[in-house]
């Protein structure tokens, strides 16, 4: 399985968002506006081993599903002492889509589930051990947790039911180790929380809107919630694992079991919240992918300790049946999803097919060389952080890549080649139809249309782009924060913006675009 994932992150073409992860990783700051670093850092790794390929920037996903495994064998291990359970907690994350594949996608979350685990393991050996010393360990972990991604906080209750609820509360309260953690995470979080002092905490504000806003009711978006968990945990594969964790919650709180409260409670918090948001909200696909491990681990726990509770023997037989046909059936799906995107030449999805849907951009890129060779223009413009990152990654930056507008994504970023810029013709490059993007009212630059290519994947036709001369313009790179270009203020729904008076006009429309956007695969 692992080799299969080597083969798929290194024949797919990348997804946007990772080639915009990939462009993070060619900059030297401590943080992002849409996410902390370590995703920046992971690809760095990768490319540093296997060059800006597409193996080189997932690699680390790849590596990070196997220490992910080698942790939820240990931590299974630990408390039931049963190799068959332990197969089971290995077998498990390859069975769900989410992992056996899609751990080779690179995105925050990919970088967070490690390390969030690590965190689970480093409690569980102090639980086991009762060696105040695995508090240091488990801050350690949650700082590097909090360092990939802020979802994390989702896990907080249950790292305080866990020390709150057994009857070793008062020993922990009294102790300074839980709290010499607490200072440990927050001495690895200090990239993030520099960068935010540095820049009006900008990506804190980004992303509570996202955590605090609703829409109307919708039971389409519950819909995609549950839809999406069947898909990519399992059909059978998600019921087995709610049902283990339902019962370890039931285990735990009933009789104070630190582990079973710590491992279930990572999975119903998490859980309800999303169920919550996902009654007014579309939930991202990856959103939920840190609470699942958890559950594959309280899920194979649950099968050791039945018979040794004295269940049923039908519950127990069954228990283990369900469990067997989930891991054999979704290593079979996986398996199948793998030899879809790279044997099989058809598209049997259409347009909604989720890589068909990011793939092809190569035809975009070879038609901008040959308008930029044969207007001689010397850079190019989006209006797209996608596009962006997709002309980024194809150019390898032999040419000058700005987005002019959306500048707070891209705030302590190095020079992209002014010189090569200022001056000289460029090349908008924007998805239809939002090449007409009303950003443009707002400078100078005279746009004169060239052609249009479509993006094509398996035969049919996934978005067309319009390719425009620019002349009479140079882009700034560091807008202030009340102009049209900054935008990062209307992205965290910062309205005030609106109020910056001739500027009201293009800001309105492009907070109406930004309502509109679709928002990031990984992103929250």
Avoid at 35 to 62: E, Q, S, Y
Avoid at 168 to 193: C, H
Avoid at 264 to 270: A, D, F, N, R
């Amino acid at each position: 399985m692992t080799a299969m994932r080597l083969i798929y992150a290194s024949v797919i073409d990348l997804r946007t968002d990772e080639a915009y992860y990939w462009t993070w990783s060619k900059e030297n700051v401590l943080s992002f506006l849409d996410h902390p670093p370590v995703i920046a850092w992971f690809i760095r790794f990768g490319t540093a081993i296997f060059g800006d390929t597409n193996l080189g920037v997932r690699f680390a996903g790849v590596l990070a599903m196997l220490v992910t495994q080698l942790l939820l064998a240990d931590i299974v291990r630990r408390v039931t002492h049963d190799v068959r359970a332990v197969v089971l907690a290995v077998l498990m994350p390859e069975a769900a889509l989410y992992y056996g594949l899609l751990m080779a996608k690179v995105a925050p979350d990919v970088a967070l589930i490690p390390f969030a685990v690590a965190m689970l393991w480093a409690l569980i050996r102090l639980s086991e051990s009762g060696d105040a010393r695995w508090w240091l360990a488990a801050g350690l972990f949650a700082g590097l947790a909090l360092l990939s991604k802020f979802t994390v906080v989702m896990l907080l209750p249950a790292v305080l039911a866990f020390t709150l609820v057994p009857a070793w509360r008062w020993r922990w309260l009294r102790s300074p180790w839980p709290w010499l953690a607490a200072l440990i995470a927050v001495i690895v979080f200090l990239p993030v929380l520099i960068w935010n002092a540095e820049h009006d905490w900008a990506s804190f504000r980004f992303q509570l809107v996202r955590a605090t806003s609703t829409h109307e009711l919708s039971l389409r978006t519950v819909g995609d919630f549950f839809g999406l968990q069947f898909g990519l945990v399992g059909f059978i594969l998600l019921p087995v694992v709610l049902s283990g964790v339902t019962l370890s919650a039931w285990r735990g709180y009933r009789r104070f079991d630190a582990v079973a409260i710590l491992l279930s409670t990572c999975v119903i918090v998490p859980f309800g919240y999303f169920f919550w948001k996902s009654l007014t909200l579309r939930v991202g696909d990856t959103w939920p992918m840190f609470m699942w491990p958890a559950g594959f681990a309280a899920a194979a726990i649950n099968i050791a300790m039945l018979p040794r509770e004295g269940w049923p023997a039908w519950m127990i037989r069954s228990t283990i049946a369900w469990a067997n046909a989930a891991v054999i059936s979704g290593i079979a799906f996986v398996v199948l999803v793998f030899l879809y995107y790279t044997v099989c030449p058809w598209n049997f999805i259409g347009q909604a097919d989720p890589i068909g849907g990011e793939a092809g951009y190569e035809q975009v890129a070879d038609r901008a060389q040959a308008e930029l060779q044969k207007t001689g223009a010397t850079w190019i413009a989006t209006t797209d952080y996608r596009t962006y990152a997709m002309m980024r990654w194809y150019f390898k930056d032999r040419v000058p890549v700005i987005q002019i507008n959306e500048r707070g994504r891209f705030m302590g970023f190095r020079d992209p080649g002014i010189d090569a810029i200022r001056g000289h013709t460029g090349l908008y490059v924007a998805r239809k139809p939002d090449d007409a993007n009303p950003v443009w009212a707002s400078t100078t630059a005279i746009r004169e249309p060239l052609e249009q290519v479509d993006r094509v994947w398996r035969g049919m036709v996934m978005d067309t782009y319009a390719l425009e001369k620019l002349t009479g313009w140079t882009p700034e790179l560091s807008p202030p924060p009340d102009s049209p270009l900054y935008r990062w203020r209307v992205l965290a729904g910062d309205v005030p913006l609106l109020a910056h008076g001739a500027n009201r006009g293009v800001a309105v429309a492009a907070l109406a675009a930004a309502r509109h956007e679709r928002p990031p695969q990984g992103e929250f």
